[in-house]
């Protein structure tokens, strides 16, 4: 009977909403019967979250956010781990609502409060994790850093590890996005330990690998990001978590900065990777394309044609600039590889740049060593000098002098002491 209800309720959502809702509440709000109280408990869990499927599904923002507040007479009755679970699932459903990321900002406040005054703990401290998330997405990062801070130092004191690796994620992507690329490793380094320790369900290993990858990419180590990033692949791809894209395209553009281009069809044709073909991964072989040709003009090009799937992207976006330096670098050398003087108005004309952002690069260039020579300004030209051999005697002999007059001088000052 009380199954049948619920079965009832739902086969009217898609023709009177409105009367399936006003089932759904009935359900809910009904006193529990002396007999079959269990049975009756279940069926108003059954309808809360047919419920919430409900509005979320009809985007119901507002709605959404009023039925946490409704619920709470309800939440009063029952055991505090099913209120945890009821508040969760409602968050997360209103989440994947477009447009509701201000209701959810002051919905998760109003739960973290209402937590504080009822003295729930376990459930205060996984909505503070979503607020910080939020607070994250949404570039608030003073306020995202101070909760982080107060949940580690809380949860570490409690031992509750599951939600201390969630949270040393949360502080990894933090600082990554903070660019503080050494206290993220730091985070991540305390979360694989964590990890160590419990069981880690695959979602949440994916995301373990794919920000060790993330992170050894910043640090221009692409060969250990590439093996991350295909760990994060194959994991996501096993449970179709749409991760898995991502990881495809960040394994291929560490194929692409470490000139392995030629890798990149190869991994492409891979039986699973297959499944992800689409406008983002033709993005990738695009770039690839372009940075074999080695030719700035198609790389901008690339650039502009694609720039929802490549320079939106952060992750992306942070290894850009310098893949476009390196192959203007590469063009350039390989323009004035055959002369000993060069105008830089012919290097502007080959690569189709600006002459001011020619003569600013090759300056770089030679600042950095990357090219031998000088900047003639009044002839505007770049004059290439030989490159010399360093005489490993002579280098040996400078390191003897050295030394040497460090020896002496150590002598006379114990002599004037001596005095």
Known sequence: MDSDRVAEAKALEAAHEYE??????SIITEPLPENGAEIAQKEKESAIVALIELLGRRNRIADLAELARWLRPYFDAVPKAKTAKIVRTLIETLSRCPGSGEVLLALCHEVVQWCRDEKRTFLRQRVETRLASLYLERKQYPEALALITSLLHEVRRMDDR???LEVQLLETRLHHALRNISKARAAL???RATANAIYVPPALQGEIDLWAGIIYAEERDYKTAFSYFYESFEVFASIDDSRALDSLKYLLLCKVMTQQTGEIAALLQGRVALRYQGRELDAMRELAAACEKRSVQDLEQVLRTNQQFLTED???RNHL???YQKLLERNILRIIEPYHRVDLAHIARKLAMPLPQIEAKCSQMILDGKLNGIIDQGAGCLIVHESTQTDALCQDA?????NLDEAVSNLFMLAARLR
Do not use: F, M, S
């Open 162 to 164: 599951g939600l201390l």
């Open 314 to 316: 952060p992750i992306i």
């Open 189 to 191: 380094t305390g979360a």
């Open 398 to 402: 400078n390191r003897l002098i050295k």
């Open 20 to 25: 399936a809702e006003a089932l759904y509440r």
């Open 321 to 323: 600039d310098e893949l």
